[in-house]
């Protein structure tokens, strides 16, 4: 496996726990990974494995972990500041959640130029809504007229307005059917080839990660049990006892739903 030349997203024993005591969950444990520029790194593993947990802390969504984050050659600190968000965006996988329903498409992304000091508002919001396949008179729509991935093209539009340099992606086809799906993770992809961008991606399904990323690890009880290349995953070429239990039973629904 080739590595990636420059280094932009490390976690080193990122460790995050919830509530303390006998109550305690340890939702990551001592997870490490290092995604190079340009790279598409997928999180998958089964529900509550703690992959949002791992991207909430990257994202700075949950100040209180332990161990480091690095974007860069440097360790941000917990709290991040606007510059952060400027380079760092992130998109959810519920975009009916995610969107206010009392804003016009146009007023979500507006908020996201004001907020970073962009100028040319106009032509930015033009050209985002090019990027993303969307019409120009989508501009005057409400959340309530959009469909489910009308709504995730406006989320990954008030995401990439800004001009970040990584999307951390929590499941963002996961709320959609499966002929958006591949429409949403297609678009992601010339996105990314388009603007060089780096790209974080968590989801429960294999045939999502494998999509989009060249590089996958493979999540358990908070842990990160193996990272390998997709194509790896694809031939099923996995070391851990729970890997291969996991991929067994993500092409077997796969099977099941197509049969
Ligand atoms: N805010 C929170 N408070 C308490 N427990 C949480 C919180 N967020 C997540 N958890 C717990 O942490 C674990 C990992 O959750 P999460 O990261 O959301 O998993 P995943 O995204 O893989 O489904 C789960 O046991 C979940 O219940
Ligand atoms: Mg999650």
Known sequence: MSLPTEKLI??????????????????????????????AFGLIGESGCGKSTILRALA????????????????????????FFRRVQMVFQDPYASLHPRKM???VLLESLVIHDFDNHQERISAVLDAVGLEPAFRYRYPHELSGGQRQRVA?????????????????TSALDVSVQAEILNLLKTLR???GLTYLMVTHD??????????????????ILEEMTAERIREGEVQEQYSRDFLAASIGYKAMAHA
């Not at 005591?21 to 340009?38: L, W």
């Not at 700075?60 to 510059?83: C, M, Q, T, W």
């Not at 294999?206 to 493979?218: G, K, M, P, Q, S």
């Open 10 to 39: 490390e976690a080193h024993g990122l460790t995050v726990a919830f509530g303390t005591g006998p109550t305690s969950t340890i939702a990551v444990d001592d997870a490490s990974f290092m995604i190079g520029r340009g790279e």
């Open 60 to 83: 700075g969504l949950n100040p209180d972990y332990s161990g480091a984050i690095l974007f860069g050659d440097k360790e941000v600190s917990h709290r991040r500041d606007k510059a």
């Open 105 to 107: 498409v146009q007023n």
């Open 156 to 172: 990954i539009a008030r995401a990439l307005i800004i001009e970040p340099e990584i999307l951390l992606l929590d499941e963002p």
């Open 193 to 195: 080839r388009g603007r």
């Open 206 to 223: 294999l045939a999502v990660v494998t999509h989009l990323c060249e590089r996958v690890a493979i999540m358990h009880g908070g842990r």
